[in-house]
């Protein structure tokens, strides 16, 4: 699923939100300096002024496009912005002043402090809500991994107006080269892992990534059945080609200075992916209060039959292959990972893609219940409020599994793993073929919405509280 690219006011509502308190405390800093220990609030007047000044300033962010880049400001251009955008500010608010004759009531030298106050704060503030967003982004890796299909004349300058224009939004990691043999070299420190698209299918099978830019020239043929192939894997394609397509899931729009035709299994706006995940922390936050209450029940019973830990955990694979600790009530003997493979020969799924059984005799008694209501899937709301999960997605698989995708098969992660899913509610335990898990998952993905994934939600408690189990 891709998401595409916010144009709206929405988009830096952070920095708004930052720049309107930073003007309220240079404001009561100004006023402080002039007038002594009180707040200017108290009196009616400045009260009046303070209410004002918040919707001149907003009607100047609007109108002058002030978070126009802003995350690729650099320390320079970032205090022009400031200065530019505080100096229309205090002309508007001595407009207004003036036309209403009540300039005479404010201290000249208290405006004053307050422009030079607000451009001191409001620059400090922004310098350093940047630098958290980097180190934020840093820390997480929350940012789009991208391999550059190009040739060798041009990879550089890509890379570098990438680097330029999307600030963290986008990552290149890898390097196809189509026009020489340079697998195994590097440009700007990147590794060069394919000579051709048809060459890139064996690196996107076995590494992150989630988005392909295609930028070659002219005299290059573009092979369409290699792009279909990305395509079907799930994973987002841009195409620097003015090849236009049909259909709601191509998009033109810019990726990194270029004009793109952009093509994935669902294009989703910033709206709906925001209402997504208000859905999942609400869901998130709810889950993880049942869970905490919960814990205190069902652990002493676990505790009992199967001495061990409370909790399962194991890791995962996720969104476009990246890899996250899932969390469980313990419902199997702490030996039922070791003993699996003896197992494997009753698995009901044939193919062995994924492991399924009935009778399962690694799991306890108590183990079985806890299944039959799908208890243990609970803490998994933990890892939806942290963002590795959501309500409503995809099975993840285990790494075992996930080493055995085909590289159609990764098309179910395009999107984020979720607790429970259209599998699940279509009546799973029917379900025998891996195929038809992925089918399942790939018509979620395709025709996504909040009202679908309010649908899934509602079956899914009328499940558990029958008892059908998931």
Known sequence: MYEKARKDWTKHIDFLILDLITMQ???????MTRHGWNLPYWQADYREIAIVMTLLDLCVMFMNRSYSGVLRRGLYREFKATVKHLS????????????????????REALVLLWVYSIVLSYLVRIGWKDHIRRYLDKRKVYRSVLLVTSSGWASEIVENIRQQCYRDYLVTALTIVDQDM????????????GSIDGSIDYLQSHVIDEVFINLPAEITLPEHCIDEIHDAGITVHINLLKLGEGENKVIEKFGGYTVLTTSLRVVNSRQAFLKRVLDIAGGVVGCILTLLMTIVIGPIIKIQSP???????????KNGRSFEIWKFRSMYPDAEARKQELMKQNNIPDGMMFKMKDDPRIFPF?????????????????????????VGTRPPTVDEFKKYKLHHRSRLSVKPGITGLWQVSGRNAVDQFEDVVRLDNEYINSWTIGKDLKIILKTVKIVVVGDGM
């Open 25 to 31: 405390i240079a404001y009561v800093l100004a006023y």
């Open 88 to 107: 229309i500010f205090m002309a508007t608010v001595l407009a207004y002043l003036f036309l209403r004759k009540t300039s005479d009531i404010f201290s």
């Open 183 to 194: 697998v195994g070299q590097e440009i700007l420190g990147l590794p060069i892992v394919a």
């Open 308 to 318: 061990g830990p409370i909790f399962f955990h194991q890791t995962r694979v996720g």
């Open 367 to 391: 183990g079985h219940v806890i299944r039959k209501y799908s208890l243990d899937e609970f803490p998994q709301f933990y890892n939806v409020l942290i963002g590795d999960m959501s309500l």
